[in-house]
C-alpha cells in the first residue's frame, strides 16, 4: 500500500474543499478534474495515487471517506468506477454515485445528496467526466421528499 500522502492546492474556502483519490486506472483523470476544481475555486486535496504505478483501489478510499465526513465534497476515480463505489458505500454516512453524465450527477446530488463522485476512467471521456464534476459540486439537494428516503438509507443494514 501506497503512504497516504495528502496534498493541498489553496482555493476559495467559501466555495468548500474537493477531495480525490484514484489508483493508476484513474491517475490521468485525477490530475485533469483536480486542476479543474481548484480553477473553479474550489480548496483541493488529493490523497492518491501520485503516479501510474499499479497500486489497489481499496486503499484510496478512506483518506476520501474521512474527509467526506468531516465535510468535503469526494471524487474517487479508478478504471471502471464500480471497485471504488462498492468500497466507499461500505462506510455509514457515504452515499458514493457512479456518473456516466452530467444528468446522473445532476440526481445523485438533487435526489440522493450523494457526497462522493465515482467515475470510471475507461468508460467516459475527459470532457464528460468534467461536466459530471461541475454538475456535482454546483447541485444542490432538493431535500422536501427526498430527505426521508436518504435517511432511510443510513438505517439499512443487511
Known amino acids: 500500500m501506497e503512504d497516504t500522502v495528502i496534498n493541498i492546492l489553496e482555493g476559495n474556502h467559501s466555495k468548500g474543499t474537493v477531495i480525490f483519490g484514484s489508483d493508476h486506472a484513474g491517475f490521468e483523470y485525477k490530475e485533469f478534474l483536480k486542476k479543474a476544481a481548484h480553477d473553479l475555486g ?7 495515487t501520485h503516479s501510474i504505478d499499479r497500486v489497489d483501489y481499496p486503499d484510496f478510499i478512506p483518506p476520501v471517506v474521512k474527509e467526506v465526513l ?4 469526494g471524487v474517487l476515480i ?3 468506477g464500480i471497485g471504488m463505489s462498492i468500497g466507499a458505500n461500505r462506510f455509514k454516512g457515504i452515499r458514493a454515485a457512479l456518473c456516466f453524465d452530467g444528468l446522473m450527477a445532476e440526481f445523485a446530488r438533487s435526489h440522493n445528496d450523494a457526497n462522493i463522485l465515482v467515475l470510471g476512467e475507461r468508460f467516459i471521456g475527459k470532457e464528460l467526466a468534467l461536466s459530471c464534476l461541475k454538475t456535482f459540486l454546483t ?5 422536501d421528499r427526498h430527505l426521508l428516503r436518504v435517511e432511510k438509507l ?3 443494514d443487511g
Request: glycine share 18%.
Open 139 to 143: 447541485t444542490a439537494f432538493l431535500g
Open 70 to 73: 468531516a465535510g468535503a465534497r
Open 154 to 156: 443510513d438505517t439499512l
Open 78 to 80: 479508478c478504471g471502471s
Open 42 to 48: 474550489y480548496t483541493v486535496m488529493d490523497c492518491g
